[in-house]
């Protein structure tokens, strides 16, 4: 049981490049969600899901895309990394239905040059 | 959702109980009060939820005040691994709402 998986540990941009940072759970969890912290600041949400084909977005949505086709994956997209998307970005789910409480990954940091 | 305050830092002697304190008045009858904790650079680890009533697991206690506009999280023999920051989080629990408002937590240190 891996819990949730988060791909790459680190990563270096330049701006103007695009990638994606890889989510995935084995706890067959309807509910995954993406955040990034940054200094000073509490986690903030980007998008989230409540099931394959169901995304929304959160509190900073802009310049991340997402998208949900299966239950067990979660891709965040960057467009066109800004140095300001330099942040640690984490992945976390939950069943939906019952509330034990938030799975995280072990976070992506990501840096835009 | 409502908001938090929580201290910014605390201190605590290994082998004491850790008790951290979150202030939620604007807090409403159906948002729930949920604990985690983030050791440093990992991501952050579900401690404890609760409503009305006070809850105990294996990691904590968390006690609710009647009013529910306040609760304690209890670590009852704090060890240096508890090192961490804490975060108190409300939030609604109903359908499709799971939109966690995080605040800066407050940061504890269990001292030798």
């Known amino acids: 049981n891996a819990g949730v998986t988060q791909t790459p540990k680190f990563q270096v941009l330049k701006t103007g490049q695009s990638m994606t940072l890889q989510c995935a759970q084995d706890?067959?969890?309807?509910?995954m969600s993406w955040y990034r912290q940054d200094p000073g600041m509490g986690l903030r949400l980007i998008h989230y899901s409540v099931g394959a084909g169901i995304t929304d977005q959160g509190e900073v949505p802009n310049g991340y895309n997402v998208s949900r086709s299966t239950t067990e994956d979660f891709p965040l997209r960057l467009l066109s990394a800004a140095p300001s998307q330099t942040s640690v970005y984490f992945c976390?789910?939950?069943?939906?239905?019952?509330?034990?409480?938030?799975?995280f990954g072990s976070g992506t940091r990501l840096t835009v040059v | 959702d409502a908001k938090t305050t929580q201290p910014t830092s605390m201190d605590c002697a290994e082998g004491r109980a850790a008790n951290l304190p979150c202030n939620h008045s604007?807090?409403?009858?159906?948002?729930?009060v949920y604990w985690y904790r983030q050791i440093h650079s990992q991501g952050p680890q579900y401690i404890i939820h609760?409503?009305?009533?006070?809850e105990t697991n294996e990691m904590a206690s968390l006690i609710i005040t009647e009013d529910r506009k306040s609760s304690t999280l209890i670590l009852p023999h704090a060890t240096l691994r508890d090192t961490a920051v804490y975060y108190c989080?409300?939030?609604?629990?109903?359908?499709?709402?799971?939109?966690?408002?995080w605040g800066l937590g407050t940061s504890l240190a269990v001292n030798p």
């Open positions: 604007t807090i409403s009858g159906n948002e729930y």
């Open positions: 609760g409503l009305k009533n006070n």
């Open positions: 989080i409300v939030r609604w629990n109903a359908g499709n709402n799971r939109k966690l408002i």
């Open positions: 706890m067959n969890h309807e509910y």
């Open positions: 976390a789910s939950s069943y939906r239905d019952r509330d034990y409480g938030y799975t």
